[in-house]
């Protein structure tokens, strides 16, 4: 699986709209994007994933680039509960067999009053 | 509703001594998995399951075992070889024979982990 690059921390004011970039420039034609966040001594909780379209749910938005190089999440009005580490993580779609991820060390996002 | 359940949250263990951490799930899902956080860092892979009485090792298996006996349980011992056994351990399960666009995650579901400390 494709390995990915990410701030280490970012503030984001409350209310506003947090952006959390992430690098996968080696990123294959079927790997998906996708984005999990783990709030402090929890375990991690899936937010969104995409293979080229860009996505949105109840929770976020996935910007991915044309060329598939890069991606952004979007939280369009964060709060506070949205204060977390943030994983960004490429791999295939594989089905039929167990699908181990591969967690880097995040994005840090504090959310600020 | 469906979830997987980790016990207990907070664990304490002595030198030497083996501990096993408890991962139950009721969401049908055939593979599980096992993860290591430290401080700051990452998730581990330590080992997975992908169906009943069959498991590998993952990353840093090294000084843990592991069984599943049953779909629903893969628990996790950690024995005293393992050498700094003090972390945030995570338990995960999926459905890998679900597409991404069926569930949109595999239905991958962590459990609320535990924190063992040796003293």
């Known amino acids: 699986d494709a390995k990915t690059t990410q701030p280490t921390s970012m503030d984001c004011a409350e209310g506003r709209a947090a952006n959390l970039p992430c690098n996968h420039s080696?990123?294959?034609?079927?790997?998906?994007v996708y984005w999990y966040r783990q709030i402090h001594s929890q375990g991690p909780q899936y937010i969104i994933h995409?293979?080229?379209n860009n996505e949105t749910n109840e929770m976020a938005s996935l910007i991915i680039t044309e060329d598939r190089k890069s991606s952004t999440l979007i939280l369009p009005h964060a709060t506070l509960r949205d204060t977390a580490v943030y994983y960004c993580?490429?791999?295939?779609?594989?089905?039929?067999?167990?699908?181990?991820?591969?967690f880097g060390t995040g994005t840090r996002l504090q959310v600020t009053l | 509703d469906g979830g997987i359940t980790q016990s207990p949250k907070y664990l304490f263990r002595k030198e030497g001594q083996n501990v096993t951490l408890s991962c139950e799930q009721n969401?049908?899902?055939?593979?599980m998995y096992w993860y290591r956080q430290d401080p700051g860092q990452g998730l581990r892979l330590i080992y997975y399951?992908?169906?009943?009485?069959?498991?590998q090792k993952g990353d840093i298996a090294e000084g843990y075992s592991v069984s599943r006996e049953k779909k629903e349980s893969f628990p996790l011992t950690v024995t005293s070889a393992q050498k700094n056994p003090t972390a945030f351990y995570l338990c995960?399960?999926?459905?890998?024979?679900?597409?991404?666009?069926?569930?949109?995650?595999?239905?991958?579901?962590f459990g609320s982990g535990t924190r063992l400390t040796v003293v």
């Open positions: 993580i490429v791999r295939v779609a594989r089905t039929g067999t167990a699908s181990k991820l591969t």
């Open positions: 399951s992908q169906i009943v009485n069959d498991f």
């Open positions: 995409g293979l080229k």
């Open positions: 080696t990123i294959s034609g079927n790997e998906y």
């Open positions: 995960a399960s999926s459905s890998p024979n679900r597409g991404p666009t069926q569930s949109g995650n595999y239905g991958y579901t």
């Open positions: 969401l049908n899902h055939d593979a």
